[in-house]
């Protein structure tokens, strides 16, 4: 069964550094989101794409996120300086088209800032 | 923000019986609700979904039922096997803005033997 994967499992890097989390959608999909989950706490939304651009993103997703599509395989999300509270879990998701549609979600990087 | 409530952080139910999981909703411009399966270091792994034109879904041993006036649903699965065990979330979408899903807390399901 196709499925989304993730690129690094986990990545450590150190606050005010630059990451780059990898995600290759299942082929035929044409929706790509971004979610994550701090630690205890609920799965977040951060970001949809579609067409090659943002179609909507949550109040977290501020100046230091952007997401690009940038071969029409990968899509990936970019935090520029990362902070001690980004440290969470990373899920890509991807889905066929919007509406009734189910989202099918990578494993996850876990990101972790010191 | 509280819009996908499941009150319940845990279940522990034996095997063959049947497993109840709740979530309640309070957004009443949601249509569509999904189940979603986590194991850990896994990714959310999507196990049935409903529309609001229905109240009842079933896919082999999984059913999720829902109560648009009370704002609830509930996802049955009988009889519940170990392989089972997992974290169980819900979700909620508006489709006619976009599939953005609201996710819940989760409930933590554990299928003895």
Redesign the interface.
């Known amino acids: 069964e196709p499925e989304?994967t993730?690129t690094p499992s986990h990545q450590v890097t150190q606050m005010g550094q630059e990451v780059i989390l990898r995600c290759v959608p299942i082929s035929n999909h044409l929706?790509f989101?971004w979610?994550r989950q701090i630690l205890g706490?609920?799965?977040?939304?951060l970001v949809?794409f579609y067409n090659n651009e943002i179609?909507?993103k949550?109040e977290i997703f501020d100046d230091q996120f952007s997401v690009e599509r940038p071969d029409g395989s990968n899509f990936t999300l970019k935090i520029r300086s990362t902070k001690l509270e980004d440290s969470a879990m990373y899920?890509c998701?991807s889905?066929e088209r919007?509406?009734?549609?189910?989202?099918?979600?990578?494993?996850?990087t876990r990101l972790t800032v010191t | 923000d509280q819009q996908v409530k499941q009150n319940s952080p845990s279940l522990s139910v034996q095997e063959g019986r049947i497993s109840i999981l709740n979530c309640d909703y309070t957004n009443s411009m949601f249509d569509y609700f999904l189940w979603y399966k986590k194991y850990p270091a896994e990714g959310p792994t999507f196990l049935i979904s409903i529309s609001s034109i229905k109240d009842k879904n079933e896919d082999g041993r999984f059913t999720v039922f829902l109560n648009k006036s009370a704002k609830h649903l509930s996802l049955h699965i009988v009889p519940s096997q170990p392989g089972d065990s997992a974290v169980y979330f819900c979700a909620a979408s508006n489709t006619g803005t976009a599939s953005k899903l609201t996710f819940g807390t989760g409930t933590r399901l554990q299928v003895t033997l």
């Open positions: 989304v993730q929706y989101y979610y706490q609920k799965v977040e939304f949809s179609s909507e949550s899920f998701a889905s919007t509406g009734v549609s189910p989202l099918h979600f990578g494993n996850g």
